[in-house]
């Protein structure tokens, strides 16, 4: 449901109902996942520190996962955003 409303730009609704429960989830990989959903609706919802705790989160979760190679995508993108990137 929570990446449905991702995917429908419900992006507030998203962070409300899954940021508060992410650790309560039972594997690392669901963890991962659920930071990645998280993280991607604080980006776009342009707030680009939370996005990147959310991201790195995901990332320390599972760093194997199925999307990390996204995860590690949003994250390039937020981190230029922010000018942390080194050309």
């Not at 929570?2 to 309560?24: C, H």
């Not at 939370?50 to 993108?77: G, I, R």
């Amino acid at each position: 449901l929570n990446r449905a409303r991702n995917m429908a730009g419900q992006f507030d609704k998203v962070i409300t109902a899954l940021g508060p429960q992410v650790d309560r989830l039972p594997t690392n990989t669901l963890q991962a996942e659920a930071h990645f959903i998280v993280g991607s609706s604080y980006f776009f919802s342009s707030k680009s520190d939370e996005a990147q705790k959310q991201l790195e989160a995901s990332l320390n979760k599972d760093a194997k996962w199925a999307q990390a190679d996204e995860v590690m995508f949003l994250l390039a993108q937020v981190l230029a955003q922010r000018g942390k990137v080194q050309e």
